[in-house]
């Protein structure tokens, strides 16, 4: 499979750009903030968003998505990226959909997805416990009694947890913390009894919560009991993917109104895009997003083609790392080039910064990942 996009894929670009552009430009998420939104994003916007298919991009036709792989999905979100589009998009469809999509079992796949891909379902993955990512650091505790699992724990930094409908609960049936076996994926409803979400504010205006469950009953196990780590680890470096394909897409919004900033920005009678030195940094930063690109273009067409799980884990990691580098450059550029308005809530750059700073924790920060690459490699 060629590493470019054909021509399905570039209309679909083209729509989803014109799309968020006009219905979901940074001017919502602006109000959704000062208006301190109960849901933290806009739900006709997602309704629209359904309407277009977004939510079924990347699953089967029989489960009522559109089977048209995870390069269109990416093109979506890069398109969400550059306006900073809150949606459950990414905690629904790049996360939980995925692990219904890879462990769930036939009757889990044809009750789920289809609600999915309907924007009738919202999910979130319950997994961390600590400030830092942490796949198998999973201390919180399930039990089987009487046919049915019971759910104890805290988790924190639970993409859209307030207004997930299901949780997907990573929880331990035998070993310890740290321990990769041992850890089982629960499908818990978020109105259960014994869960208890609180939301949490984020520096970006976008969704987060921490989820305390005290024997919270589930309602099934995704994948088998105590080898959760196999879907986990499938289903978050496609997650990784997917992020990263979204930075991308605010890293080149980024770029494109520092460029345009230094077009217009005057000193001394000329526009500051003339001097020399800030040309060398605009010239670094254009060198290091093509670079990102390529990444995130050779990642999307590397799950298209189902290669093995080892090389992808690889290009997620590789991935996540470069273009969280790269946001977070462009975006602390973006400021430094806009002066002193640059750090005024006035300017839309300031957004970018803020993103940039949560994306780069999501799921692994660069140190995370490059330390992930080298033991992939063997190192």
Known sequence: MPMILNEEQNMLKDSAKDFCANSAPIEQLRKLRDENNADGF?????????????????????????????KGLGVVTEETGRTLAASPLFASVWVGGTAINIGGSDEQKAALLPQIAAGELLLALALEESHRHNPYGVAATA??????????????????GHVADKLIVAARTSGSAGD???????????????VEITRTLMADSRNASNVKLTNAAAEGVIGEV??????????LDIARIGLAAEMLGSTQECFERTVQYLKEREQFGVPIG??????????????????SKSCVLEALTAL?????????????????????????????????????????????????IKRAAVTEQTFGDVNFHRNRYGELEGY
């Open 226 to 235: 105590g080898k959760g780590a196999d879907v986990l680890d499938a289903t």
């Open 274 to 291: 003339s001097f020399q030195a800030l040309k060398h940094r605009a010239a670094d930063m254009f060198c290091e997003i093509e670079l």
């Open 180 to 194: 990769r076996d041992g850890i089982t994926l629960l499908l818990v409803d978020a109105g259960a009894d014994g």
């Open 42 to 70: 806009d739900r006709d916007t997602w309704k629209a968003m359904v309407e277009l298919g977004w939510a079924g991009i990347p699953f089967p036709e029989e489960h009522g998505g559109l089977a048209f792989g995870y």
């Open 143 to 160: 039990a089987e009694s009487g046919g049915s699992w019971q759910v104890s724990g805290e988790k924190t930094f639970v993409l859209d």
């Open 304 to 352: 298209d083609e189902g290669r093995d799980a080892s090389e992808i884990a690889k290009l997620a990691s590789l991935t996540k790392a470069k273009v969280g580098e790269t946001f977070h450059t462009v975006s602390r550029e973006g400021i430094q080039m806009h002066g002193g308005i640059g750090m005024t809530d006035e300017f839309d750059i300031g957004f970018f």
